[in-house]
């Protein structure tokens, strides 16, 4: 019996790991996105006063 409850203990930690996994990498591309679209608004307007210089 002892082995049975230690191989459901595992199963369920191999589980839980690969659920935070995919929900750590969903959650990860989210903010990546939302940096990207910050940072491309920051250049767009770091670049304004060179386009109107030149």
């Not at 990546?32 to 767009?44: H, L, P």
Request: hydrophobic residues 50%; proline residues 2%.
């Amino acid at each position: 019996m002892y082995i049975d409850s230690v191989i459901a203990m595992s199963l369920a930690v191999i589980v839980l790991m690969i659920v935070m996994m995919v929900y750590l990498y969903r959650y990860a591309n989210r903010h990546i996105d939302m940096d990207e679209r910050k940072a491309k608004k920051r250049s767009d307007v770091d670049h304004a006063p060179l386009a109107n210089n030149s």
